[in-house]
């Protein structure tokens, strides 16, 4: 530890430079996010993947996730060696994926970060455990009148923000959904006659009997739709 920096000073400066990077990295200003990161970098996410440095600047580009809230608890700090904190604690947040959908989850963090000789704080490992059980019940198709999915079929506007459109078309026992720019003729297979899931993900279609609106579930997540009349 650098002589006359006590551990709470040393954590002060880890934390302000944890903040930096998050506020880089949310606005999307990736290059400032870059200085941030070490060059040996790594990040295991919750597939159990390690991701380096360059990766992880790719994914972020790509990035469509958005955060709808966010809360921390159990947080720690503690120094690890001179001049290396590790931050570490659990975040219940609902995210937006493909282009609003929310995503419910909890995870467990930890970070880990260096002052590395030329003076500045970088951030050298991570990871993340999801505290969710992803599992989700075993559906059993149904068969459902032809016409009936045609009655379901049509638009749905549903309470995102932005709004966004879903379409829905019946197709071969089963409605093919589509959102712009987001999915394509993703399939929704019957349980009954109002309730359809989807087996490419966690995603499910629940239809007022008179089929003037819906509910979209996204992993776990509830977001109603009604009807477009055209």
């Not at 400032?32 to 060059?39: I, K, V, W």
């Not at 659990?90 to 930890?110: E, K, N």
């Not at 059993?140 to 879903?166: F, K």
């Amino acid at each position: 530890m650098p002589s006359g920096m006590d551990e709470a000073a040393l954590i002060a400066e880890a934390e302000a430079a944890d903040l930096a990077a998050m506020k880089a990295q949310n606005s999307g200003d990736l290059e400032t996010f870059a200085t941030y990161l070490s060059e040996d970098y790594a990040y295991i996410d919750l597939s159990g993947s390690r991701i380096g440095k360059a990766a992880m600047l790719a994914r972020r580009g790509e990035d469509k996730r958005g955060v709808i809230s966010e809360t921390s608890s159990e947080d720690e700090s503690v120094v690890l060696a001179p001049g290396v904190v590790m931050f570490r604690g659990r975040t219940d947040a609902v995210t937006s994926y493909y282009g609003g959908l929310p995503r419910p989850g909890s995870t467990r963090y930890s970070v880990v970060w260096r002052k590395e000789a030329d003076g500045q704080w970088r951030m050298v490992a991570a990871q993340t455990t999801d505290r969710i059980k992803r599992e989700y019940e075993v559906k059993v198709r149904a068969d459902v009148p032809a016409e009936r999915l045609e009655y379901l079929a049509g638009s749905y506007e549903l309470a995102t923000a932005p709004a966004l459109t879903l379409k829905l078309e019946a197709a071969g026992g089963r409605l093919l959904a589509s959102i712009d720019r987001q999915f394509e003729g993703m399939e929704f297979f019957p349980e009954s006659e109002t309730d359809y899931f989807a087996t490419e993900r966690p995603f499910e279609l629940r239809f007022a009997e008179d089929a003037c609106s819906l509910v979209l579930v996204t992993f776990g997540a509830e977001t109603a739709g009604r009807r477009v009349v055209d």
